[in-house]
């Protein structure tokens, strides 16, 4: 990242009204959120607006075309353009056709992506936003931060100076009175306004029609006062029926600002009376900008689903640290960042795209089925194959695809790592330019011993009912390979022989996530033909990312990169890939194995990794598992949002991992647990590497090292 971004960074984080702000609703939102969609089966009703849209992509063109003939047949004037200069010329010679001297907006996101409103000003227009967030930013002489909450960064405190500036009268922080304020500047704008523009969140073919969603009913009058309206459409917006903006209209409100339903919908269909009786002049630019382009691209056309409710921006743990003027351009957040890449140009997204810590929240919760994570993914890979990879980059992932030359310095590092050690389990310190990477978390120091020398020393039963490949990892391999001892001992209990192919290696999940999917191919090849040349019934981890590494990844690297010859291989290792809470639970369920029962052990709480819950949809089995062990479970705040490790997400920006960190931290202090349990090494490494520096009198243990204490013999 250049020297510039990394500085915003560290200016939006240390800005604690923008974290404060962004924090405290996204924990309302969430809350919310929950509330006002039960009830509603959310699986369902996304679905129907995914098949909606998608097929929309699809037929982009067609119902352009039958847009512009029904929105025509009703008095409309519509103008397609895919430049976005024309766009805006066009609109400007609306405005002189009309000799528009004042101009009056409601929110319109689209023209926040032209630029227009510096255009207009430029060619002599007096332009007013009259969305109240928008007309904040506006005085501020800012960008929109949130795509539904505009000025979501700013304090009350902020917006009292700005007005008071605007009305030159001292202003007090009272929210009613700035309100009022607000509506007498701007009610008389309205009435003077000789051109309204607005965006429109839905596009009918079938009438053409177009909708504004609103709360402040703004949008109203700048469609209905002015004698001439002008709506900016991106093309993604259409649907092709009337019945398609039902279930849109269900989920956009409770998605955006949790509300069962916002103040006014209001349709638009062909002209309607200005006040003299005159019929109003309706412009419709419908405006493509690369999304036909998009559309063409079988990966980014699922963008196109999107209906701008920013669910993936209210749920993110990175925006609501650093804010949309960081995490963005025009759009902002996740799927701004997909947007920038494609209205814009892939180099744009290239610090942005950096910031997404891949923990897959903002998938779960977009009404539209869009997989945000994965085109981030996408856009990373395209950014490796146009740049190639920085030369730190090549030399680390040379060595992790040598897989005797990386374990032979993960050895030495055991050595090395000893004087910064001093023979406790944790590095609390390191010198120089590494000293950020133990600021607030220690790391682990490297095993004196990796599992896969201590295993062979383990003696197994004879004849035991089923087989299975263990796979490591390298944390568990070479950090915390009791962990792994203790998964020997448990599956031995349960009547399942372990295995351990001494040629596996990394799982590729750090190459993957880089974009560079030429690595982690070689990696999952070599793990492929090592895990598959043992018989077995069961290919176990304990760590979910590498879980998901096996029985998804391989495939999806293997597909992305057109390597057919190895997909049937990657098939067969995924349909043995198994997580270890499932495989235990599956043998306790089976009676194979059984846990000491009857003992009271205490309160614990659970940390959710973010595959385990998001990928694998296995966050169920460890807590039946520990409270079948005794253990009184305690669910902490915000349990299933990241910790901040993110792989080497961490190591790469640990300025923003670290407040993670200590949010996940607090949570666990908070429910008074003296034990927190999780299936992640990953995780692991972060909480314990946190709650070492932090001093609190919890353990960080992994489920596998507690199940093990709780063996009946």
Avoid at 87 to 103: C, G, K, M, P
Avoid at 404 to 429: E, Y
Avoid at 641 to 659: F, H, Q
Wanted: charged residues 25%; glycine residues 6%; hydrophobic residues 40%.
């Amino acid at each position: 990242m250049e020297q510039e971004f990394k500085q915003s960074i560290d200016r939006a984080l240390h800005n604690a009204n923008l974290t404060g702000a962004l924090g405290k609703f996204s924990e309302a939102w969430r809350a919310n959120r929950a509330k006002i969609y039960e009830g509603i089966d959310f699986e369902e009703l996304r679905g129907r607006i995914a098949e909606r849209k998608a097929y929309a992509a699809d037929h982009l063109q067609e119902l352009s075309d039958l847009f512009q003939k029904n929105a025509e047949a009703h008095g409309a004037k519509v103008f397609r353009s895919n430049d976005p200069a024309r766009v805006r010329e066009y609109i400007l010679q609306v405005a002189r056709d009309n000799n528009v001297r004042t101009v009056v907006k409601s929110k319109s996101m689209a023209s926040e992506e032209i630029h227009l409103n510096s255009f207009l000003e430029k060619a002599g227009l007096q332009v007013k936003e009259t969305d109240l967030g928008e007309w904040i930013i506006q005085l501020a002489g800012q960008t929109p931060s949130h795509m539904v909450m505009p000025a979501i960064h700013m304090t009350k405190e902020e917006v009292s100076d700005l007005f008071s500036k605007e009305v030159d009268e001292r202003l007090t922080t009272d929210i009613p009175r700035l309100v009022k304020v607000a509506r007498e500047q701007l009610r008389g704008k309205f009435l003077e306004a000789d051109m309204g523009i607005s965006g429109a969140n839905i596009a009918v073919a079938e009438t053409g029609s177009i909708l504004t969603v609103t709360n402040e009913g703004n949008a109203r009058l700048v469609t209905t006062l002015p004698r001439v309206h002008v709506a900016i459409v991106g093309i993604e917006k259409l649907v092709a029926s009337f019945a398609d903006i039902a279930p849109i209209l269900k989920a956009l409100p409770r998605s955006a600002t949790a509300q069962m339903l916002t103040s006014y919908v209001t349709i638009i269909t062909g002209q309607t009376p200005n006040t003299d009786g005159s019929k109003k002049e309706l412009h419709i630019v419908l405006m493509d900008n690369k999304r036909t382009e998009m559309a063409a691209d079988p990966m980014f056309k699922e963008a196109l689903q999107c209906i701008r409710c920013a669910s993936c921006l209210n749920i993110c743990p990175i925006f609501r640290l650093v804010g949309g003027h960081v995490f963005g351009k025009v759009y902002t957040g996740g799927i701004g960042t997909i947007l920038t890449a494609w209205h814009d140009n892939l180099k744009s997204s290239e610090e942005i795209q950096g910031l997404c810590i891949q923990c897959g929240a903002c998938k779960d919760v977009c009404p539209s089925k869009i997989d945000i994570p994965g085109l981030i993914l996408e856009i990373r890979r395209r950014l490796v194959k146009d740049q190639g990879l920085p030369m730190l980059h090549k030399s680390i992932y040379a060595v992790v695809n040598n897989r005797r030359l990386f374990h032979t310095m993960l050895r030495a590092a055991s050595v090395a790592g000893k004087p910064f050690s001093k023979g406790s389990k944790f590095i609390r310190h390191l010198p120089l330019f590494l000293a950020d990477l133990t600021d607030g978390r220690s790391l682990p120091a490297i095993a004196a011993k990796p599992l896969r020398d201590t295993i062979r020393k383990i003696k197994q039963p004879a004849g035991l009912k089923e087989r299975a490949v263990f796979y490591a990892g390298c944390l568990i391999d070479f950090a915390y390979p009791e962990m792994g001892e203790a998964l020997v001992r448990i599956l031995n209990k349960g009547g399942v022989e372990v295995v351990f192919p001494d040629d596996q290696t990394c799982c590729g999940a750090p190459a993957r996530y880089s974009g560079a999917y030429e690595v982690a191919a070689r990696n999952a090849a070599d793990n492929i033909e090592a895990l598959l040349a043992e018989r077995a019934d069961y290919v176990v981890s304990a760590c979910p990312t590498c879980t998901v590494a096996l029985d998804h990844e391989f495939i999806a690297t293997f597909q992305s990169l057109g390597q057919s010859k190895n997909m049937a291989r990657a098939r067969e290792l995924s349909a043995k890939v198994i997580d270890f809470s499932t495989l235990v639970k599956k043998l306790v369920d089976e009676g194979r194995l059984t846990l000491k029962e009857g003992e009271s052990l205490g309160k614990i709480t659970y940390h959710d990794s973010c595959h385990l819950k998001r990928t694998m949809h296995a966050e169920q089995p460890p807590r039946e598992l520990l409270a079948k062990a005794g253990y009184e479970l305690t669910e902490m705040f915000e349990c299933d949002i990241c910790c901040g490790m993110g792989g080497s997400y961490s190591l790469k920006l640990p300025e923003v991992s670290a407040p993670i960190l200590q949010r996940k931290l607090k949570n666990i202090k908070d429910t008074g647990a003296p034990v927190v349990a999780m299936d992640c090494p990953g995780c692991v490494m972060q909480i314990r590497g946190g709650m070492d520096q932090d001093g609190a009198p919890v353990q960080v243990r992994h489920t596998v090292e507690l199940l093990a204490e709780r063996l009946k013999d």
